[in-house]
């Protein structure tokens, strides 16, 4: 199944063009969606409905968002929260996260990305019983954090571990670098480093190079994938 059927987005963005253009693109791959202009509306039908994904803008009227959220949270309510925002220093992406928030996407971003991100905590939130993921003939014990391939045991450190399950867990998706970055890494900036290309590199040497068909794909100037079938 995929992780967009049923799912609910309640969309909290004050901006009506934004909110507009979110409401359309999200529609048309899927989600059903309704929207709230402030953060007090937010709020309320946060708690009165049965939404999946909150995207919850954080400059808001009446209420801004961080503080919507961590209201929620007090009431005890355990959607996942996308944070939208202009602001991006890595203390107000922190601040976001701390206020309940599960993911942080900053302001101007490429809808791409924001369905890719909303994809993810769909996934995630569909997959949170699962005790295994396979993709052909690779194979994930979450339990007992074990990979095969073809039948064939297959040694993972445990950042690679981490970053298999999340490419696996978006199977069928583009992942950004900066995505792997905060949910594989916990990065909340840029290193400015290669450490991707290099789990990358011996991720894909571990499970692709013995076999086929490749699992692992390079998406030019977006990103990776995990899909059985050639690039």
């Keep these: 199944m995929d992780a967009t059927e049923q799912v609910h987005v309640l969309l909290v963005e004050d901006d009506a063009a934004a909110a507009a253009l979110i409401m359309e693109t999200l529609s048309g791959v899927g989600y059903q969606v309704s929207c709230a202009q402030d953060g007090v509306t937010g709020f309320d039908m946060a708690q009165a409905g049965s939404y999946d994904i909150l995207i919850v803008d954080r400059m808001l009227p009446e209420r801004d968002g961080l503080t919507m959220v961590q209201q929620l949270r007090a009431a005890g309510q355990n959607v996942p929260v996308l944070f939208l925002s202009a602001l991006g220093e890595v203390g107000d992406r922190v601040a976001g996260l701390q206020a309940g928030g599960d993911d942080y996407l900053v302001k101007p971003y490429a809808i791409t990305e924001l369905t890719a991100r909303l994809e993810a905590l769909a996934r995630r939130q569909a997959g949170k019983n699962e005790t295994s993921l396979t993709l052909a003939d690779l194979s994930v014990d979450l ?85 059985a079938g050639d690039d």
């Design 143 to 227: 339990v007992a954090r074990t990979v095969t391939r073809a039948g064939a045991p297959i040694d993972m450190q445990p950042r690679e571990f981490v970053l298999l399950e999340y490419l696996l867990r978006n199977r069928g998706q583009v992942v950004t670098r900066r995505m792997l970055l905060e949910n594989v890494w916990n990065y909340q900036f840029d290193p400015q480093t290669n450490v991707i290309d290099v789990h990358i590199s011996r991720l894909r040497a571990k499970i692709d190079r013995d076999f086929t068909p490749p699992l692992l794909h390079t998406i030019r100037g977006a990103g990776y994938m995990m899909r």
